[in-house]
């Protein structure tokens, strides 16, 4: 027991060292997961050599993230430039609630908050988004550097180890359908924010799409986030409402319905243990390490179930109690009785 915790901080210890070259190293695997059977498809299927194959997905990968990139880069220089109208209009709202929470009895003094809300750094937090955005856009390049590598590198034959061939079927499987449920959330977002009029209403249709890779809480964060902009757009709350209600009820329908429906038991991951990856991975890698906290966490627990010393953590990730020999319930067994001076010399 020692020996594992030891081992568990040094790795914990190595993947934070490595941050900066395993984080793009392992969005470039997820990445190649997705985009390899277009490449099979252009060799198999089009007669495409190997380089060529690759160029044209490289290409494809490439404006994706370009255009993304593009698209937050120039939504926040247009939120910059209509910072100074939504403060006046947040202002507005901030002295509107002051007046109805005291006219309830709820005395705030409305110049306080006034003051504090002007002194929100508006301006740097938009800056900071957009650099933030910058060196996305630069750690794309290492990204794609690591993604041609696995694309040239690839062999179309069948893997032979059960452990591999598993990790493959599972993650795989899970990253399709885990990205055409988030590409669906994301465009109804998009679409319903649209109706209503909210200004960037596609970023907040791709930060949905991303959001919705992270178990539990990225729903509930995408349906916050448009909140705020909708509440310093309108004068009244009648819009809100009927906004969030629709949010809420497209991620119950497909978060409740579709998902498991399609997803099921894919990972086989305990709800209890997936929030304990969100947090750990979150811990190392930020928002990135919460993305990749489920397959990442998949891929420890089938690794963990062929071994017999550490099959009992991998049934503890899959929320089961280890099973002893007769298929029950492992019990510590008690110990023998001490026979006493008395009874060993009767």
């Given at each position: 027991v020692s020996l594992v915790v030891v081992a568990a901080v040094a790795i914990a210890f190595g993947l934070a060292y490595t941050r900066p070259?395993?984080?793009p190293l392992v969005v470039a695997t997820i990445i190649?997961?997705?985009?390899?059977?277009?490449?099979?498809?252009?060799?198999?299927?089009?007669?495409?050599?190997r380089w060529l194959s690759t160029f044209v997905v490289i290409i494809l990968v490439?404006?994706?993230?370009?255009?993304?990139?593009l698209l937050f880069i120039t939504s926040a220089r247009g939120l910059l430039g209509s910072a100074d109208v939504y403060q006046v209009k947040l202002l507005d709202l901030v002295g509107t609630v002051t007046e109805w929470l005291d006219r309830r009895g709820?005395?705030?003094?409305?110049?306080?908050?006034?003051?504090?809300?002007?002194?929100?750094?508006?301006?740097?937090?938009?800056?900071?988004?957009?650099?933030?955005?910058?060196?996305?856009?630069?750690?794309?390049?290492l990204v794609m550097l690591f993604v041609i590598f696995l694309l040239l590198g690839r062999t179309r034959q069948l893997i032979k180890h059960p452990v591999f061939r598993q990790i493959d079927r599972d993650i795989r499987r899970y990253l399709v359908l885990k990205t055409l449920i988030s590409l669906a959330t994301g465009v109804m977002f998009w679409a319903i924010l649209s109706a209503f009029g909210i200004e960037l209403a596609l970023v907040f249709g791709v930060v949905t799409f991303v959001?919705?890779?992270?178990?539990?809480?990225?729903?509930?964060?995408?349906?916050?986030?448009?909140i705020p902009l909708a509440l310093v757009q309108y004068d009244t709350m009648g819009p809100v409402i009927a906004l969030v209600v629709l949010m809420t009820l497209v991620q119950?329908?497909?978060?409740?319905?579709?998902?498991?429906?399609?997803m099921g038991q894919n990972l086989n991951l305990s709800p209890v243990t997936i929030l304990a990856a969100l947090v750990f991975w979150g811990l190392l890698w930020g928002v990135v390490g919460m993305l990749?906290?489920?397959?990442?966490?998949?891929?420890?627990?089938?690794?963990?179930?062929?071994?017999?010393?550490?099959r009992p953590m991998s049934e503890l990730l899959a929320g089961r109690l280890p099973e002893g020999d007769d298929g029950h319930t492992a019990e510590r067994p008690s110990a023998k009785p001490v026979p006493t001076p008395d009874a060993a010399s009767r």
């Amino acid at each position: 027991v020692s020996l594992v915790v030891v081992a568990a901080v040094a790795i914990a210890f190595g993947l934070a060292y490595t941050r900066p070259v395993l984080v793009p190293l392992v969005v470039a695997t997820i990445i190649y997961y997705l985009v390899s059977p277009i490449a099979d498809f252009l060799e198999l299927r089009l007669r495409f050599t190997r380089w060529l194959s690759t160029f044209v997905v490289i290409i494809l990968v490439g404006v994706v993230l370009a255009s993304l990139g593009l698209l937050f880069i120039t939504s926040a220089r247009g939120l910059l430039g209509s910072a100074d109208v939504y403060q006046v209009k947040l202002l507005d709202l901030v002295g509107t609630v002051t007046e109805w929470l005291d006219r309830r009895g709820l005395t705030l003094s409305r110049d306080a908050m006034v003051a504090a809300f002007s002194e929100l750094p508006t301006q740097r937090l938009v800056q900071a988004s957009a650099g933030l955005a910058f060196k996305l856009v630069q750690n794309g390049t290492l990204v794609m550097l690591f993604v041609i590598f696995l694309l040239l590198g690839r062999t179309r034959q069948l893997i032979k180890h059960p452990v591999f061939r598993q990790i493959d079927r599972d993650i795989r499987r899970y990253l399709v359908l885990k990205t055409l449920i988030s590409l669906a959330t994301g465009v109804m977002f998009w679409a319903i924010l649209s109706a209503f009029g909210i200004e960037l209403a596609l970023v907040f249709g791709v930060v949905t799409f991303v959001l919705n890779f992270i178990p539990s809480i990225g729903s509930i964060v995408a349906t916050l986030l448009p909140i705020p902009l909708a509440l310093v757009q309108y004068d009244t709350m009648g819009p809100v409402i009927a906004l969030v209600v629709l949010m809420t009820l497209v991620q119950l329908i497909i978060g409740n319905g579709i998902d498991p429906l399609l997803m099921g038991q894919n990972l086989n991951l305990s709800p209890v243990t997936i929030l304990a990856a969100l947090v750990f991975w979150g811990l190392l890698w930020g928002v990135v390490g919460m993305l990749l906290a489920a397959p990442l966490t998949a891929i420890l627990r089938i690794v963990l179930a062929q071994f017999e010393t550490t099959r009992p953590m991998s049934e503890l990730l899959a929320g089961r109690l280890p099973e002893g020999d007769d298929g029950h319930t492992a019990e510590r067994p008690s110990a023998k009785p001490v026979p006493t001076p008395d009874a060993a010399s009767r």
